[in-house]
């Protein structure tokens, strides 16, 4: 009888990799862990590291989600340290077949199988069965994908709307605009505000319109600031992402006719916990004219567990079986 080789599954992001063991035929992960990607200079030696962590199991197959476009055997990622080729990675590690999809795919993948304790409802509305769902969320870079249903089964959608273009809402918007203009070109994605490098430009950027010192805040310096109330430029930029935030995933809303809902990933958002629900998101979510009732009916979801995205290729793998 052949021995059934363990799969493994890893979620590359821009900042950190995850990792997890699968028994085929199950989607069920195990022995999970988190590395940093820095420490290791590719997805190569970061498996082979937590292999050793694990006890080194016999892997036959090996799923990953990347935080950047999927369109051919070279990757790049759009926020992170690690260039590799595919089929280079699947041989240098010795496995029979090597999986690759966009990371917010994989989330997305995961989204059917949550449970109710797993995510928090932000605002109203009702999920209408077995129409489209909507999935963002900002961390590193900024994610989107979502699910179409067809023939019984979810189909994962594979996308780059992080990078479509920014539509400013208010003044001070349009104020930040400007600087991201100048510094960055005519260009300017969603990205640029809706992420962690948002974050710190939106704060830099405020800084320089109002004439004060700026000071080199990271990401998590601005939110725990926001939350603990102790900078007004912080409280405003967190405000700014939230709001940001519902004109982004309305669009993604009415763009998929997600009126099964839209659930919010990433790395930022759920730390924000109650300030968000507090916060303009949900208000401008539903702001869109003539289209606002239609907004309104969509439910809107903040993902609250942890690691889904290796949930997620542990479906894909089951379904490619």
């Not at 967190?238 to 659930?263: M, P, W, Y």
């Not at 439910?299 to 089951?318: D, N």
Request: glycine letters at 12%; one cysteine or more; charged letters at 20%.
């Amino acid at each position: 009888m052949t021995e059934v080789k363990t799969s493994l599954v890893a979620d590359i992001g821009g900042t950190n990799v995850r990792f997890a063991l699968v028994t085929p035929g199950t989607t069920v992960t195990q022995r999970e862990k988190i590395l940093h990607c820095q420490d290791f200079a590719g997805p190569v030696e970061a498996v082979r590291h937590y292999l050793s962590l694990v006890g080194n199991p016999d892997i036959g197959v090996a799923a990953f989600d990347v935080a950047t476009a999927v369109t051919g055997d070279q990757i790049s990622l759009t926020n992170g340290p690690w260039t590799f080729s595919i089929d280079a990675t699947r041989d240098a590690l010795g496995l029979d077949q090597l999986h690759v999809i966009n990371d917010f795919t994989a989330l997305a993948l995961a989204v059917p199988i949550l449970k109710e304790n797993e995510t928090r409802k932000v605002g109203g509305g009702t999920s209408v069965p077995e129409n489209a769902i909507g999935v963002l969320g900002a961390g590193t870079g900024l994610g989107v994908s979502g699910l179409l249903w067809h023939a019984g089964r979810w189909l994962a959608v594979q996308g780059e709307g992080g990078h479509v273009a920014f539509s400013p809402v208010t003044e001070r918007e349009d104020g930040i605009l400007k600087v991201f203009r100048r510094d960055y070109g005519s260009h300017i994605s969603v990205e640029r505000f809706l992420s962690g490098m948002g974050l710190t430009n939106t704060y830099r950027a405020l800084c320089e319109l109002d004439g004060v010192p700026h000071i080199q805040f990271e990401p998590v310096q601005i939110t725990d600031a926001a939350l603990g109330g102790s900078d007004e430029r912080a409280c405003e930029t967190v405000d700014i992402f939230c709001a940001a935030l519902g004109t982004a995933a309305s669009n993604l809303a009415i763009t998929l006719g997600a009126r099964s809902g839209i659930f919010i990933g990433g790395g930022i958002v759920p730390k924000l916990g109650e300030y968000f629900d507090r916060s303009d998101f949900r208000k401008r979510f539903e702001d869109k004219g003539r289209f606002s009732s239609y907004l309104s009916a969509i439910p809107t979801y903040v993902i609250v567990t942890e690691t889904p995205a290796l949930r997620g290729l542990a479906i894909l793998l089951a379904q490619l079986d």
